[in-house]
């Protein structure tokens, strides 16, 4: 079956421009820093967040690790939104990989501001670990491809300079923030002294992400991606990737923007369905399931049988993104089995005016 698959923006497979790009790429030893298109990649990276130098790793979750672990030491303590996915969806890497913990706080639709965060850091005590780091997440996905407002994260960039913290950038979609708000990549990497970003998101590379930031920042780094076993060897062909997905696939992301709100308005217009985050900004839709009516495993089975791919996240909750292999078209036709499968579930059975 031809799926229209929206579970995620990583199930994106490169395109014959990228994988002819990957076939001619020049490679060496990335650990020895001898291979060149992994090191233009870093160059390019560094360039477009206005970082002096970056380091390519395996994923995302490495790159934020990796951060992690240069920022601190063991016993510390980092500040972080509650639902962020370095909490979430790290499988516990803070604590494991650099014996830290993490003191989450709720913010606003993934939004930390500074009344959030004021009066958090520890005082200096033998009782408590030290605060060192507050990280945030630009887009947001919990939050559904929430774009962290660049004036607030100002706010926040003054008030770690004021306690000496470390200010960290999970910006994994940070390409769809830039697309979104218009405002360039080194503006919102300037704010950072470290920002992560992927590849293998909306820009459609099959793997990879890196991590950016000052020379001696990413030196220090660079040991921990080795201990982390990120360490690499001809993996040019990766980074060939990756810069063609710059090249080639960054600007167009305004089409699965665009996308997504039409998936969004047929959840709107669904009894039964009930977007989770009220305003959906770019490509990440979630929303919840009257479960009186329907189990997501049931409507999740109900998709597949229509050849709709859809993500879920406990008992009513749904997710579904737009990406690079999703057209417009297709997103339509998804849209409209969406309707059509809820109808089926919730003829003659009344709906709750509210979804929960």
Request: glycine share 8%.
């Amino acid at each position: 079956m031809d799926w229209i698959d929206l579970r995620s923006d990583t199930v994106t497979r490169p395109t014959p421009g990228m994988r002819a790009a990957m076939l001619a790429a020049e490679v060496g030893d990335d650990v020895f820093q001898e291979d060149p298109t992994i090191k233009a990649l870093e160059e390019k990276v560094a360039s477009l967040l206005g970082k002096e130098a970056a380091v390519f790793c395996p994923s995302g979750t490495m790159s934020n690790q990796m951060s992690i672990r240069t920022h601190t030491q063991s016993a510390d303590e980092i500040i972080c939104e509650e639902s962020c996915h370095i909490f979430n969806w790290e499988a516990g890497g803070p604590a494991a990989l650099s014996g830290v913990s993490c003191r989450t706080l709720r913010g606003q639709d993934g939004v930390l501001e500074v009344h959030h965060v004021e009066g958090m850091v520890r005082p200096p005590n033998d009782h408590y670990p030290r605060t060192r780091v507050l990280c945030v997440e630009n887009t947001h996905n919990r939050c559904g491809g929430k774009v962290q407002p660049f004036e607030t994260l100002k706010s926040l960039r003054d008030w770690t300079k004021k306690n000496n913290l470390a200010f960290h950038l999970d910006g994994a979609r940070l390409w769809n923030a830039s697309i979104a708000s218009g405002i360039p990549l080194d503006q919102w990497g300037g704010l950072f002294d470290s920002v992560s970003v992927c590849f293998s998101k909306g820009l459609g590379a099959p793997v990879g992400s890196a991590l950016t930031g000052s020379k001696d920042f990413i030196h220090r780094a660079r040991r921990f991606r080795k201990l982390f076993g990120g360490g690499m060897r001809q993996a040019g062909i990766l980074a060939a990737a990756a810069i063609y997905a710059l090249d080639n696939h960054f600007q167009r992301m305004v089409e699965d923007h665009e996308n997504a709100q039409i998936f969004a308005r047929a959840v709107r217009e669904t009894p039964g369905l009930e977007i989770d985050h009220p305003t959906v900004e770019t490509n990440i839709i979630w929303f919840r399931v009257d479960s009186a009516v329907v189990q997501v495993p049931q409507m999740v089975a109900a998709f597949k049988a229509e050849g709709v791919l859809i993500h879920t996240s406990g008992l009513n909750l749904m997710r579904a993104v737009t990406h690079l292999d999703v057209s417009k078209a297709q997103v339509a036709k998804a849209a409209g089995i969406v309707k059509k499968v809820v109808s089926g579930f919730t003829h003659g059975k009344k709906i709750s005016s509210k979804v929960g």
